[in-house]
Protein backbone atom coordinates (compact mmCIF):
# COMPACT_ATOMS: atom_id res chain seq x y z
CA UNK A 1 0.00 0.00 0.00
CA UNK A 2 2.76 2.45 1.21
CA UNK A 3 4.71 1.82 -2.22
CA UNK A 4 0.79 3.07 -4.21
CA UNK A 5 0.93 5.74 -2.32
CA UNK A 6 4.50 6.98 -3.18
CA UNK A 7 3.92 6.56 -6.73
CA UNK A 8 0.06 8.18 -6.49
CA UNK A 9 2.05 11.00 -4.58
CA UNK A 10 4.52 11.59 -6.88
CA UNK A 11 1.75 11.68 -10.05
CA UNK A 12 -0.19 14.23 -8.24
CA UNK A 13 3.17 16.28 -7.41
CA UNK A 14 3.92 15.77 -11.16
CA UNK A 15 0.72 17.44 -12.79
CA UNK A 16 0.80 19.61 -9.65
CA UNK A 17 4.25 20.99 -10.97
CA UNK A 18 3.00 20.39 -14.90
CA UNK A 19 0.46 23.80 -14.00
CA UNK A 20 -2.58 21.81 -13.33
CA UNK A 21 -5.54 22.46 -10.95
CA UNK A 22 -6.88 19.08 -9.58
CA UNK A 23 -9.98 18.38 -7.70
CA UNK A 24 -10.19 15.80 -5.37
CA UNK A 25 -13.10 14.18 -7.44
CA UNK A 26 -11.07 13.96 -10.24
CA UNK A 27 -8.51 12.28 -8.52
CA UNK A 28 -10.44 10.20 -6.15
CA UNK A 29 -11.85 8.65 -10.03
CA UNK A 30 -8.23 8.92 -11.61
CA UNK A 31 -6.62 6.20 -8.78
CA UNK A 32 -10.10 4.64 -7.33
CA UNK A 33 -9.29 5.96 -3.36
CA UNK A 34 -11.07 7.47 -1.04
CA UNK A 35 -11.65 11.27 -0.36
CA UNK A 36 -9.62 10.82 3.05
CA UNK A 37 -6.39 8.85 0.49
CA UNK A 38 -6.38 12.00 -1.41
CA UNK A 39 -6.74 14.60 1.30
CA UNK A 40 -3.88 13.25 2.91
CA UNK A 41 -1.53 12.59 -0.52
CA UNK A 42 -1.97 16.67 -0.19
CA UNK A 43 -1.03 16.66 3.24
CA UNK A 44 2.02 14.99 2.29
CA UNK A 45 2.57 17.03 -0.83
CA UNK A 46 2.32 20.51 0.68
CA UNK A 47 4.94 19.79 2.82
CA UNK A 48 7.44 19.80 0.39
CA UNK A 49 5.70 22.32 -2.16
CA UNK A 50 3.35 25.20 -1.46
CA UNK A 51 0.02 24.07 -2.03
CA UNK A 52 -2.90 26.14 -2.57
CA UNK A 53 -6.61 25.19 -2.35
CA UNK A 54 -9.48 26.87 -3.12
CA UNK A 55 -13.12 25.98 -2.17
CA UNK A 56 -15.94 26.77 -4.78
CA UNK A 57 -16.88 27.18 -7.76
CA UNK A 58 -13.58 26.66 -10.24
CA UNK A 59 -11.87 25.52 -7.15
CA UNK A 60 -9.34 22.71 -6.50
CA UNK A 61 -5.95 22.20 -5.65
CA UNK A 62 -2.72 24.32 -7.53
CA UNK A 63 0.81 25.36 -6.79
CA UNK A 64 1.40 28.98 -5.82
CA UNK A 65 2.36 31.32 -8.28
CA UNK A 66 6.57 31.33 -8.58
CA UNK A 67 6.63 27.95 -8.06
CA UNK A 68 8.75 26.25 -10.83
CA UNK A 69 7.92 23.04 -12.79
CA UNK A 70 11.33 21.70 -12.65
CA UNK A 71 11.22 22.15 -8.63
CA UNK A 72 12.73 18.96 -6.90
CA UNK A 73 14.59 17.62 -10.10
CA UNK A 74 18.20 17.84 -7.76
CA UNK A 75 19.07 14.66 -6.18
CA UNK A 76 19.71 15.39 -2.54
CA UNK A 77 23.99 14.72 -3.34
CA UNK A 78 23.82 17.05 -6.16
CA UNK A 79 22.07 19.79 -4.06
CA UNK A 80 24.85 19.61 -1.74
CA UNK A 81 27.40 19.31 -3.99
CA UNK A 82 25.90 23.04 -6.10
CA UNK A 83 26.07 24.97 -2.50
CA UNK A 84 29.26 23.74 -1.12
CA UNK A 85 30.49 24.67 -5.00
CA UNK A 86 28.46 28.11 -4.49
CA UNK A 87 30.47 29.22 -1.24
CA UNK A 88 33.97 28.67 -3.09
CA UNK A 89 33.08 31.08 -6.28
CA UNK A 90 33.42 34.16 -7.31
CA UNK A 91 29.71 36.61 -6.02
CA UNK A 92 28.97 36.09 -9.84
CA UNK A 93 29.19 32.70 -10.04
CA UNK A 94 27.40 32.21 -7.01
CA UNK A 95 24.96 33.77 -8.03
CA UNK A 96 24.42 31.68 -10.97
CA UNK A 97 24.87 28.60 -8.80
CA UNK A 98 22.28 29.78 -6.34
CA UNK A 99 19.85 30.28 -9.35
CA UNK A 100 20.21 26.87 -10.95
CA UNK A 101 19.25 25.68 -7.14
CA UNK A 102 16.25 27.58 -6.91
CA UNK A 103 15.41 26.56 -10.47
CA UNK A 104 15.76 23.00 -10.10
CA UNK A 105 16.37 22.47 -6.44
CA UNK A 106 13.64 22.08 -3.33
CA UNK A 107 10.65 24.79 -2.96
CA UNK A 108 12.09 27.98 -0.63
CA UNK A 109 10.94 31.26 -0.64
CA UNK A 110 13.89 33.04 -0.39
CA UNK A 111 17.57 32.17 -2.08
CA UNK A 112 19.99 30.86 0.50
Known amino acids: MLDHAFRRRRE ?15 LMGRFCVG ?6 DF ?12 QGYNGGYFLMDGVSKNQNLLSQEQLECLERTAGLCTEKDRSIILSVIHE ?5 EKNT
Open 12 to 26: IERMLLSGKKLTIAE
Open 43 to 54: EVIGEELPVVSR
Open 104 to 108: FGPYC
Open 35 to 40: RKSISR
